[in-house]
């Protein structure tokens, strides 16, 4: 899987920006805040439907402008694939696959996988469960389509309970159909808790793996799902779905108070330990960000294993941040993996990437081809 074609128009800060790309490195450099991530991030939102910074689509549009346009063009073994992205502001963003509208944003998925890997990744670790659960979601979503339907569908039903839950602080509904969405919230937040239990799992047997050999077998990585419904592992979805049903019988009385559902998807976490101890709590700024990287690599075998074809790979700002041990760790694991860099001295990568690449200068929004990188010079004349 790569990327072929790139074309912006009004995205941040590139008024119009059209790229072709090398199957294997793509090396963007240049000085900070020149625009080297917005062409990372247009690449991200054609495979997730979603910016990797933003919820708001509006942020995204370039100062002055009230529209932004990404096109893209996948290649996948023997087909290609066109994908378009629009947004007009005060309309709903909007989304063509081979030049055919598609009403809902899940049916981007699948289309092009990606692993974005940033200095933001910390945030996984550092922060509270919502990054994590953002992690779970986008790269299952990218994996199993229905995976991201389940997520629209139990919005929808929570945020309707939620609502029943806050009319009836005032005795303002009918309290027996309560059970009516109880049923249908535990229907959808079962299949979605099945689903990240089995990802973790099969996630941990990878990270403690690649982990292993990063730090030669010093340090222990696991990563334990830990959902705000008592389940056990192995439970089938229909048992999960009726420990669902009963925590938020036991919790009704509590949920009224609050006017808020108290359990389920929406408040799951997963625990990230270093031999035996919490990470985030315990873990250095070194040991974070290399069980990240086992993590991201782990993730990207996991996208080949299941889809038969390796993800393309954004590293944005990265090598800066790994060791050399570590940063030679990252290329040994990147063959015939089409692979995306930010960074600010393109000379790192002279002698270290093998096979053809592609070198482009960026400077105030525009991108100037430059295969010649030691030539700084001539790239900005």
């Given at each position: 899987?790569?990327?072929?074609?790139?074309?912006?128009?009004?995205?941040?800060?590139?008024?119009?920006?059209?790229?072709?790309?090398?199957?294997?490195?793509?090396?963007?450099?240049?000085?900070?805040?020149?625009?080297?991530?917005?062409?990372?991030?247009?690449?991200?939102?054609?495979?997730?439907?979603?910016?990797?910074?933003?919820?708001?689509?509006?942020?995204?549009?370039?100062?002055?402008?009230?529209?932004?346009?990404?096109?893209?063009?996948?290649?996948?073994?023997?087909?290609?694939?066109?994908?378009?992205?629009?947004?007009?502001?005060?309309?709903?963003?909007?989304?063509?696959?081979?030049?055919?509208?598609?009403?809902?944003?899940?049916?981007?998925?699948?289309?092009?996988?990606t692993v974005m890997f940033s200095p933001e990744d910390l945030?996984?670790?550092?922060?509270?469960?919502?990054?994590?659960?953002?992690?779970?979601?986008?790269?299952?979503?990218?994996?199993?389509?229905?995976?991201?339907?389940?997520?629209?569908?139990?919005?929808?039903?929570?945020?309707?309970?939620?609502?029943?839950?806050?009319?009836?602080?005032?005795?303002?509904?009918?309290?027996?159909?309560?059970?009516?969405?109880?049923?249908?919230?535990?229907?959808?937040?079962?299949?979605?808790?099945?689903?990240?239990?089995?990802?973790?799992?099969?996630?941990?047997?990878?990270?403690?793996?690649?982990?292993?050999?990063?730090?030669?077998?010093?340090?222990?990585?696991?990563?334990?799902?830990?959902?705000?419904?008592?389940?056990?592992?192995?439970?089938?979805?229909?048992?999960?779905?009726?420990?669902?049903?009963?925590?938020?019988?036991?919790?009704?009385?509590?949920?009224?108070?609050?006017?808020?559902?108290?359990?389920?998807?929406?408040?799951?976490?997963?625990?990230?330990?270093?031999?035996?101890?919490?990470?985030?709590?315990?873990?250095?700024?070194?040991?974070?960000?290399?069980?990240?990287?086992?993590?991201?690599?782990?993730?990207?075998?996991?996208?080949?294993?299941?889809?038969?074809?390796?993800?393309?790979?954004?590293?944005?700002?990265?090598?800066?941040?790994l060791d050399s041990k570590r940063q030679q760790y990252l290329f040994d694991n990147l063959d015939e993996i089409q692979?995306?860099?930010?960074?600010?001295?393109?000379?790192?990568?002279?002698?270290?990437?093998?096979?053809?690449?592609?070198?482009?200068?960026?400077?105030?929004?525009?991108?100037?081809?430059?295969?010649?990188?030691?030539?700084?010079?001539?790239?900005?004349?």
């Amino acid at each position: 899987m790569n990327v072929k074609y790139l074309k912006l128009v009004n995205f941040r800060n590139y008024e119009k920006l059209e790229m072709e790309f090398e199957d294997g490195f793509n090396i963007l450099y240049g000085q900070n805040a020149q625009g080297k991530t917005n062409v990372l991030e247009a690449v991200f939102l054609c495979s997730s439907g979603r910016s990797h910074r933003t919820a708001k689509d509006h942020d995204i549009v370039k100062i002055g402008k009230d529209e932004y346009g990404v096109k893209l063009l996948v290649g996948k073994k023997d087909t290609e694939t066109l994908i378009e992205v629009t947004y007009k502001k005060d309309e709903k963003k909007k989304v063509r696959i081979n030049e055919i509208p598609v009403q809902k944003i899940g049916s981007l998925m699948g289309c092009l996988n990606t692993v974005m890997f940033s200095p933001e990744d910390l945030l996984i670790i550092k922060e509270g469960p919502q990054e994590r659960r953002r992690f779970l979601d986008i790269t299952i979503s990218q994996l199993k389509p229905s995976y991201f339907y389940n997520l629209q569908q139990y919005a929808r039903v929570l945020e309707q309970r939620n609502s029943l839950l806050k009319r009836l602080q005032y005795a303002g509904a009918r309290a027996d159909t309560l059970e009516v969405w109880n049923k249908s919230l535990a229907e959808t937040g079962a299949k979605i808790i099945k689903t990240r239990a089995e990802f973790i799992r099969r996630l941990n047997i990878k990270v403690g793996s690649c982990h292993g050999r990063l730090t030669a077998g010093n340090e222990k990585l696991e990563m334990e799902y830990a959902p705000s419904v008592e389940v056990d592992e192995g439970m089938e979805t229909g048992e999960i779905e009726e420990v669902f049903v009963k925590t938020m019988e036991r919790e009704y009385r509590k949920e009224i108070e609050k006017g808020s559902t108290m359990c389920g998807p929406q408040r799951d976490d997963f625990d990230i330990r270093l031999n035996g101890i919490s990470l985030k709590m315990f873990g250095s700024q070194g040991q974070q960000r290399t069980a990240i990287l086992s993590v991201k690599l782990s993730e990207l075998d996991i996208m080949k294993e299941e889809t038969d074809e390796s993800p393309v790979l954004l590293l944005d700002d990265v090598m800066s941040e790994l060791d050399s041990k570590r940063q030679q760790y990252l290329f040994d694991n990147l063959d015939e993996i089409q692979t995306f860099i930010t960074c600010t001295d393109s000379a790192f990568f002279c002698g270290r990437i093998k096979g053809k690449s592609g070198f482009f200068y960026v400077e105030k929004g525009k991108v100037m081809r430059n295969d010649s990188p030691n030539n700084l010079q001539s790239a900005i004349n």
